[in-house]
């Protein structure tokens, strides 16, 4: 006995929503990663710049990896930003005081 135009109707809808679900459970997962890679890296960068070591050495670090970098006034330093998933991103806060690394500090950004 072979399905109705019902059945072919819902089975299709049906596979149309598993598809549908199936794809936005795959990008909430790829930005979930995303997201915990970018914070990895920024921790891991900020690991690499303990305190009292030449700040120089930290923005040559970052200069040699291609990644951006925005200089802070209040109190003088430097954010390093590490690409998260579309508009999210994980950065290392570096303060610097007389040319040497006063404090790091990680934090996530996004919309």
């Known amino acids: 006995m072979t399905p ?8 299709m809808a049906a596979l149309i ?4 679900l199936g794809g936005v459970a795959a ?17 891991d960068f900020c690991a ?6 030449a700040a120089a050495e930290a923005i040559a670090r970052a200069d040699a990896a291609g990644l951006r970098q925005v200089p802070t006034r209040e109190p003088e330093g430097r954010d390093v930003y590490f690409q998260g998933w579309v508009f999210n991103a ?5 303060d610097i ?9 990680t934090r996530m950004e996004g919309d």
């Open 4 to 11: 109705g135009p019902l059945a072919r109707c819902l089975r």
């Open 17 to 20: 929503a598993a598809l549908a």
């Open 27 to 43: 990008l909430v997962g790829w930005g979930l990663y995303a997201n915990q890679r970018a914070a990895d890296a920024a921790r």
């Open 48 to 53: 690499l710049s303990p305190v009292g070591s």
């Open 90 to 94: 994980a950065v290392c806060h570096i």
């Open 97 to 105: 005081q007389k040319g040497r690394v006063a404090a790091t500090a």
